[in-house]
């Protein structure tokens, strides 16, 4: 082989390599899935700022309804007390709550102790708290713990129940009760 022939296999090789790498073009595939990953980094990072977003909604609407609630307690509070006379005491601090629940539970005719633990839920900005009051007790029948009921209702002003759930058990019921007053705050 002479030395024109070398020359011109090398430059036919050249220019075939070069028609080579421009029938695939990399350069335009890198910068293709360089802006597909930035789209699906963006379309994730979208995604996740709408998840928080809507939970954040749904947190305002939770709050927004337990304010309205709390705005409906407060309306039937003061209607209650506008009803009453204004009486001072209505609305006054129990100190003996826990005990005069528990006191009227023999005088239903419940012969076992309930157990009973006490609370409190502030509201800020309001000068009432709620005192909650849970009592749980087993192995009773309905109608002693529901004049038992009665006589806490009776003997402390202001007490209502929040939560009552029964359970059968193997020898009788099983109650849960939750009471709640609402005071003014000292």
Not at 57 to 81: D, F, P
Not at 139 to 150: F, G, K, L, N, P
């Amino acid at each position: 082989m002479n030395r024109r022939t070398r020359d011109v296999e090398t430059m036919l090789s050249a220019l075939a390599s070069s028609a080579d790498r421009a029938n695939k073009p990399t350069a335009v595939v890198v910068f293709c899935v360089a802006v597909l990953g930035a789209s699906l980094i963006f379309a994730m990072w979208s995604m996740n700022a709408a998840g928080a977003a809507s939970r954040d909604y749904e947190r305002t609407l939770r709050e927004y309804a337990n304010v309205e609630r709390l705005a409906q307690v407060l309306e039937h509070i003061q209607r209650e007390r506008a009803e009453s006379g204004d009486e001072p005491d209505i609305y006054a601090r129990e100190p003996r709550l826990l005990s005069t629940i528990s006191q009227a539970a023999p005088m239903a005719g419940i012969d076992r102790t309930p157990t009973i633990t006490g609370s409190r839920e502030t509201m800020p900005g309001s000068p009432l708290v709620r005192q909650i009051v849970t009592a749980q007790i087993d192995r009773q029948d309905v109608a002693s713990v529901m004049e038992w009921i009665t006589i806490a209702l009776r003997d402390i002003p202001g007490l209502h129940i929040i939560r009552l759930t029964m359970r059968p058990t193997n020898n009788g019921w099983q109650f849960q009760i939750r009471f709640g007053r609402w005071e003014v705050q000292e």
